[in-house]
Structures are given as C-alpha cells and as structure tokens.
C-alpha cells in the first residue's frame, strides 16, 4: 500500500530532479554568458551567444558534462536518502539533502572535467550551474510536494480506510496513519468486536459496528481498504469479514504478529513498522495505474477537440428539437462506491426519469438495470444521438475530472447498485469507464447476469493491452452503432 505509493513518488521525483538539472544547466549557460557581457570578462569557449544556437553549441561540446550531471546528482541525492519518506521531511532537512549532494556532485563532476580533460570548460560555468542545480531542485521539489498536496485536499488519489481493532497496536496504527495523512490516507471508521464499544471513539475515530457489520458498513460509506490491526488470537474470527472485503471487491490488510508468510496471492508488505498482509482483488502496479490515467487525460482531450464540431452540432439539434437544458446530468457510483455527477447530452424527454415507473413492466432486461428497445421518452434526436453514441461525448468531462477512466466498467446508478447481488459490487472496485467489454459485445443484448460476469472478468484479467484492444472495438462498435437503442 504505502511502500508502493512511495516507490512509485520516489520515482516520479527522480524523474522532476532529472528535468530540473536539464533546466539548470540551460539556465547555467544564459547566466554565465550575460556576466561575461556585462562585466566584460570576455567570451567563454564554446558560447556564441545568448541565443539557442550558442546554447546547442555549447552543450555539443560539453556533451559528456551534460550526460554526467544528471547520474551524478541523482546518485548523490540518493545516498543522502531524497528519495526516502519524501512526504514527512521538513524544508531545513530537504535543503542539507541537497546541499551536501551539491558539495559532493561539485567534488565528482571536478573529477569528470579532470578525467576528460575539458580544459576549456568555464569555471564560471561549472559554478554557476552548481548553484543553479541547488535553486531548481528546492524549486522542483516544492512545487511536486505542493501539487501533491493539493491533489489529495481536493480528494483525488485518497484511500479511505477502514480500520478493524481498537487495542494498543490498532492505536499505534492509528497515529502513524495519522502522521502520514498527507499521502492521502483517510480514515473513515473503526470494528471492534467487543460489546458495548459501538459509538465510541478511539483516537478521533468513531467505532461503527462489529466484525459482522462489515458488509453492511461497505455498503453505506466509501471503503477503499480494510486494515485488520487484531491479536493473534482474532484470526478464526476475521475469516468471514476478510471473505465479505473480497466479495465486494474491497482491498484488505492485516497487521499482526505474523512474519515470514508464505501464502499464495498473498503480499506481505510494510506500513512503517507493522507488517500487513495485502489480499488484492485487483492487481495493478502504481505506473501502470499512472500510464492508464495519463492516457484518459491525452486521449480524452483530443477526442473533446477532435469531437467539438459534432458537439456544437449535437447543441443545436437538442435545443431546436425539444424543450430542456442540452445536458443530461445524473448521480452515478463509481470507484468503491463514490458519488459524481455523469454528464451526457440529453436525449430523453424533460421529466422522463418521473414516467420510468409506468414503464417498468416494459423492461427487457434483468436484473435491477432498466431497457426497453423502443422508449417512448426519447426523443427523434435522441434516438440519433444514442444510435451513434454522440450523447455520450460529455462524459470525457468526467474523464478529465478523474470521476471515469476511457475503459472500465459502466458507472451504475445507486439504486441500481443497493439491489446488487454481494458478488456483483466487486465490479465497483476498478474505476467506471466511456467502455468496457459489455460495450462492444452487444450492449443491451446481453442479459444483466453475462454483463456483470463481463466486468468481473475484466477486473480480473484487466492489462493496458485489453485497454487497448478494447479502444479499437469500440471505434467499430460506435461506427456501426451495434447493440445501441
């Protein structure tokens, strides 16, 4: 859990440490070549002036330094341990870090012009960029922990937990969450077994129910993982609450007194001292959730571009057709049970969810989903819209938000999701998407049953190459309009 998010942040701030020491050495290069000018101290080798010819000239021939700089400072950076608790320091211990990193790097790059022997490399360049490199990489290093912040007090990448056990290790677990809240840890709750402990707190957290609760709790807050920090002698007791987390799709730990495990699909891992024991519903590594993310972003972007002269065109015909606001908005659950607000353009009649109820006996499908091939409340344009899956492009809004992803499961409607079967809720566990595998296999043709067995399949055997493979079905699918009403 938090060793993952931390490999995956130390590799993201190599990477931001990286582009920063390229900036500086540009910088590095303008800087120097400005005080020769200005104080007359005449022209450095290799710089033929202020300009990005003078400054690609200068790197080709300084080339091996450029190539140095980058290793050498990252490897300095890490012997000082940068990379290490990077959310729990403080800004006097990130500017020592980098300070002696900068001594050091000085001493080792000195070493490279010697070995090289770049006898015309400046001496006022060399020092320049050292002190450059120092200033940009505070500078990265501050906007990366301020942008993170900021992504998790806005709520995006926060996992919420539920913790089971309220004795003095389940405290102690309790702070060091605490401690780390800014990783984006939220606790949303705490099981105790015990009579009599319902409605108490414990360490600022309320105690919600006991060990048979569980499912009910998942039910009605957002859970993203259950902790169980239990004695020993709880492990009989915990089975069928573990079995609950892993119908509904929810994540589980456990921390106890057990070390050395060797059990199959089963992670042990390290959450500041407590060993946990990780049982994963959905296996996926924190790039490939990244490249996945950073992937809706790009691709949903040029689709809004690519797709706003179908927009605009989509705008008129709904408001020239028909009387209503152009946008359809609706509550939607998505990952783990989050509320959002789907958009869509409007195709349906205003006030068509208040005449769903004299239609219900019309339903073609099973299950708590509701279909019928010819809807009386859609309207002419609608029927085009939908057929064509044009009413559907505002959802990339959603997309953009973070609310969707471009592949995933469809997002459900809550009272949809309150009449789910237990084993039915695990598709929540991934977030909702534009398309899935029940998109381009038939839609509405598929009985309720097939298409959350479709979902479950897809959590399980999920890879960026499905993603992919899915993307380009789908592209025929909205080409041919098959299985849409």
């Not at 500041?272 to 490939?288: D, I, M, N, R, V």
């Amino acid at each position: 859990m938090v060793k993952e998010k931390e490999a995956f942040l130390s590799s993201v701030a190599k990477v931001v440490d990286a582009i920063a020491i390229l900036l500086a050495f540009i910088c590095s290069y303008f800087i120097s070549v400005g005080i020769r000018e200005i104080y007359g101290l005449g022209e450095m080798a290799y710089a033929q002036g202020l300009h990005l010819t003078g400054l690609l000239y200068f790197a080709r021939h300084n080339v091996v330094l450029l190539l140095a700089s980058i290793p050498v400072w990252i490897m300095f950076l890490s012997f000082q341990g940068s990379y290490r608790d990077l959310r729990t320091r403080t800004i006097p211990t990130e500017i020592m870090i980098i300070s002696i990193s900068g001594f050091l790097s000085t001493i080792a790059l000195g070493s490279v012009i010697f070995v090289f022997k770049l006898t015309l490399t400046s001496r006022l360049f060399v020092a320049t960029n050292i002190v450059s490199t120092v200033l940009f990489l505070l500078i990265a290093k501050y906007i990366l922990y301020r942008f993170m912040d900021n992504l998790h007090q806005k709520g995006y990448n926060q996992v919420n937990l539920l913790i089971v056990g309220t004795g003095k290790r389940a405290r102690d677990f309790i702070k060091v969450v605490k401690e780390h809240s800014n990783w984006g840890l939220k606790i949303v709750g705490l099981i105790d077994d015990e009579h009599g402990m319902f409605g108490k707190e414990i360490e600022g957290f309320r105690v919600l129910g006991r060990l048979q609760d569980i499912q009910f709790i998942l039910h009605r807050i957002v859970v993203d993982r259950v902790i169980f920090v239990v004695p020993r002698l709880w492990l009989n007791r915990i089975d069928e609450a573990i079995l609950a987390c892993e119908e509904e799709g929810i994540s589980t730990s456990i921390s106890m007194d057990l070390y050395n495990l060797n059990i199959a699909k089963v992670r042990q891992t390290d959450f500041s001292g407590f060993p946990l024991l990780e049982f994963e519903t959905f296996s996926a590594k924190q790039w490939q959730l990244f490249l996945k993310r950073t992937i809706d972003i790009i691709v949903s972007i040029i689709l809004l571009v690519v797709f706003l002269p179908i927009s605009l065109a989509a705008i008129l015909a709904v408001k020239l057709t028909s009387k209503g606001p152009i946008l359809f908005t609706q509550t939607r659950s998505g990952l783990n049970g989050r509320k959002f607000t789907l958009y869509k353009f409007r195709t349906m009649i205003v006030g068509a969810e208040f005449k769903k109820r004299a239609l219900e006996k019309m339903n073609e499908m099973e299950g708590p989903v509701f279909k019928i091939r010819n809807d009386p409340r859609i309207t002419p344009v609608g029927r085009i819209l939908r057929k064509l899956s044009i009413d559907e492009i505002p959802q990339l809004i959603n997309v953009l938000r973070g609310d969707m992803s471009i592949v995933g499961p469809r997002p459900p409607l809550p009272v949809e999701v309150d009449l789910y079967k237990e084993w039915q809720r695990r598709r929540l566990s991934l977030k909702p998407g534009l398309t899935c595998i029940w998109q381009v296999s038939g839609r509405n043709r598929i009985q309720f049953e097939k298409w959350m067995e479709m979902d479950l399949k897809y959590i399980d055997e999920w890879s960026l190459w499905l993603d992919i493979k899915i993307l380009f079905k789908t592209v025929f699918v909205v080409l041919f309009g098959y299985g849409a009403s």
